[in-house]
């Protein structure tokens, strides 16, 4: 099931279409976006069909990244982690739950804003959104992949948002793009009129 919402950050109810497909194939994306003329920005995970629909569109697509989906590979990575022994404190300075914690630092920041104007959301993330965006890079960059200590899962984790900097830094070049995609979890359970005439 393909599901495709507009922003949470635009206002009023949501558009909230779901496709049904056999495949999770990339001809999905060019039908529903490509084909109908679509210009503008898509929140999603790393998917690669994303980066292809993006790379396809000349410019009139563009993706931007989902913190949702970098936080979750934190979080496995934590729960493989043996922990016995540790200390709250030991954990604490784990890279997985450090990096887990500058995540959750990131959406403490952000989460009220989205009930903020456009304008007003963006002067309020430039001063305390980005800097804990900022800090959680330089977090990971920091890191010594080589570290024998890491596991697959952590360095997963980091990998996977160190590819994705980029697309997960763009809600802070634009009031209207939200910081991940999780909106499209909840939009049709919150209206049930939207699934009735979706379904």
Request: proline fraction near 3%; include cysteine.
């Given at each position: 099931m393909?599901?495709h919402?507009t922003?949470e950050l635009?206002g009023?109810n949501?558009?909230v279409?779901?496709?049904?497909?056999?495949?999770r194939s990339?001809?999905h994306?060019r039908?529903?976006?490509?084909?109908n003329?679509?210009?503008?920005?898509?929140?999603?995970?790393?998917y690669v069909?994303?980066?292809l629909?993006?790379?396809e569109?000349d410019?009139?697509?563009?993706?931007?990244?989902?913190?949702?989906?970098?936080?979750r590979?934190?979080?496995?990575a934590?729960?493989?982690r043996?922990?016995?022994g540790l200390?709250?404190?030991?954990?604490?300075?784990l890279?997985?739950?450090r990096?887990?914690s500058?995540?959750?630092?990131i959406y403490?920041?952000?989460?009220p804003l989205?009930?903020?104007p456009?304008q007003?959301r963006m002067?309020?993330?430039?001063?305390e959104v980005?800097?804990?965006?900022?800090?959680?890079f330089?977090?990971?960059h920091s890191?010594d992949?080589?570290?024998p200590?890491?596991?697959d899962r952590?360095r997963d984790?980091?990998s996977?948002?160190?590819?994705?900097?980029?697309?997960?830094?763009m809600?802070?070049k634009?009031?209207s793009?939200p910081?991940?995609?999780?909106?499209?979890?909840s939009?049709?359970?919150?209206n049930p009129q939207?699934?009735?005439k979706?379904?």
């Open positions: 393909w599901v919402t922003s635009f009023g949501p558009i279409v779901f496709n049904y497909e056999l495949t990339t001809d994306l039908d529903f976006y490509l084909k003329g679509y210009h503008g920005m898509i929140t999603s995970d790393a069909s994303y980066g629909l993006e790379e569109s410019g009139d697509i563009t993706g931007t990244g989902c913190f949702m989906h970098s936080r590979r934190f979080v496995v934590i729960l493989v043996n922990l016995k200390s709250p404190e030991a954990v604490k300075h890279p997985e739950y990096s887990q500058l995540i959750d630092a403490d920041a952000e989460t989205k009930r903020l456009g007003e002067e309020r993330r430039n001063t980005r800097p804990k965006v900022d800090a959680f330089e977090y990971l890191l992949m080589d570290d200590s890491y596991s952590l984790a980091v996977y948002s160190l590819h994705q900097e980029t697309r997960l830094r809600f802070l634009d009031a793009i910081m991940d995609n999780g909106h499209c979890l939009s049709g359970l919150e939207v699934l009735e979706t379904a």
